[in-house]
């Protein structure tokens, strides 16, 4: 079941994220930041903020009582943007994120969004290529990754985003 994330769920989303995004862990599934960034990907607090933030919603996946999956969204003039689109390492694979994926462009639908768009790490090619088969197109624009806050992660190489981007009808 898919439903709107609260407050009282971000330790649970801060462990899913880090351990879909970072650490050993993250390596069990393709989604995996480990070479790229050292560090946690964000944090509880990080989380909280992004519920508080007017516009602001994080979907998640429930099973059993349990966040497998999670997606967040924010509406930018007529697009909606889709960010930290997560499943558990081990679900990976099994149609969790094609189910928040369709959330999101759902949601764009009801907000009259006229597309979802989202930043990927440029050298992500399997992610890029997954979302590629799901409609979404590379832009062509480029955006820095300038992060400068420690709870985002530690580059370990020069990194910068692709944006992407669908037609929501």
Request: proline residues 3%.
């Amino acid at each position: 079941m898919i439903t709107k994330a609260d407050i009282k769920d971000a330790l649970e989303l801060d462990s899913l994220v880090n351990s879909a995004y970072r650490g050993d862990s993250s390596r069990q599934g393709w989604t995996t930041e480990a070479d790229l960034l050292d560090g946690t990907r964000t944090d509880a607090a990080a989380i909280e903020d992004i519920m508080r933030k007017p516009g602001y919603t994080i979907l998640k996946y429930v099973e059993d009582e349990k966040i497998l999956g999670c997606v967040e969204l924010h509406q930018e003039k007529d697009k909606l943007y889709l960010g930290m689109l997560t499943v558990q390492p081990h679900l990976q694979g099994k149609g969790i994120g094609k189910e928040l994926m369709k959330a999101a462009e759902a949601e764009a639908r009801n907000q009259k969004c006229k597309s979802v768009f989202m930043t990927v790490i440029s050298v992500r090619k399997e992610l890029i290529d997954w979302y590629a088969r799901h409609g979404y197109v590379n832009t062509g624009e480029r955006k820095p990754f300038a992060f400068n806050d420690p709870r985002f992660g530690q580059p370990k190489k020069q990194l910068e985003f692709v944006v992407l981007e669908k037609l929501i009808n």
